[in-house]
């Protein structure tokens, strides 16, 4: 059972443009939401998180928004360059239950074009 | 301080056989994790470890199994491989109080082939 559906599962977008990636989950336990990037070759890094008690994050050109009554949260990367060309992957998991045991989404391709 | 290295980067083994991969851990973190991720998909939590225990363990068999060290570090093993368990393995550790408590730190994986 997935527990984390993203979409889209690739994306082209042009240098300077907005990308938009959607999440959307079913466990209303889970109460972190962490964004994770990934390189050809490397593992995946940590790119911004948010908790259910607010509805949206900015971190420099990163912004997550978090809708709890639709269950479904968002990144999005504002002036996309070429240099974040990434596979992105959203996450959940439960942290008041003692550690961090992430549910990842199925990922999105993004690549930025001159 | 060093981050997350795990050994060996790559390794190709034939159905039945075993394999240990390992991991040490970034400095100052207590908490070790291991993930599969498969081609195209995202990891897949395999289990935790904490104080040298287990601290969690998602939906893998009993082949698969883990250790940690007193010094945090870590081991995944994996008994009777079969084609399937052919994927990226990747190991993240964390602490669980203070500063950045619950952030995960990825290695860059192991990356077996089973044949």
């Known amino acids: 059972q997935q527990q984390v559906k993203q979409s889209p599962q690739s994306l082209i977008v042009q240098k300077g443009g907005i990308s938009i990636i959607n999440c959307a989950y079913e466990?209303?336990?889970?109460?972190?939401f962490p964004w994770y990037q990934q390189f050809p070759g490397k593992g995946p890094a940590l790119l911004i998180a948010i908790r259910p008690d607010v509805s949206e994050k900015k971190e420099g050109r990163f912004t997550i928004s978090f809708n709890k009554s639709a269950k479904q949260f968002s990144l999005h990367i504002m002036d996309s360059q070429p240099g974040d060309s990434a596979t992105y992957f959203c996450?959940?998991?439960?942290?008041?239950?003692?550690?961090?045991?992430?549910?990842f989404g199925t990922g999105t391709q993004l690549k930025v074009e001159l | 301080e060093t981050g997350v290295t795990q050994s060996p980067t790559h390794l190709i083994k034939t159905r039945g056989q075993q394999v240990t991969l390992r991991c040490s851990s970034q400095s100052g973190h207590n908490t070790v994790s291991w993930y599969q991720q498969a081609l195209g998909q995202g990891p897949q939590f395999i289990f935790q470890?904490?104080?040298?225990?287990?601290?969690g363990r998602g939906n893998f068999p009993p082949r698969f199994s883990g250790l940690q060290f007193p010094n945090y570090s870590s081991e995944l093993n994996v008994n009777a491989l079969e084609l399937d368990d052919s994927a990226l393995y990747l190991c993240?550790?964390?602490?669980?109080?203070?500063?950045?408590?619950?952030?995960?730190?990825f290695g860059a994986g192991s990356r077996l082939t089973v044949l």
């Open positions: 993240a550790s964390s602490s669980l109080a203070g500063v950045g408590a619950n952030v995960l730190t």
């Open positions: 466990n209303t336990a889970f109460d972190y």
């Open positions: 470890y904490y104080r040298e225990e287990e601290n």
């Open positions: 996450a959940a998991s439960i942290l008041t239950g003692g550690g961090n045991k992430l549910t």
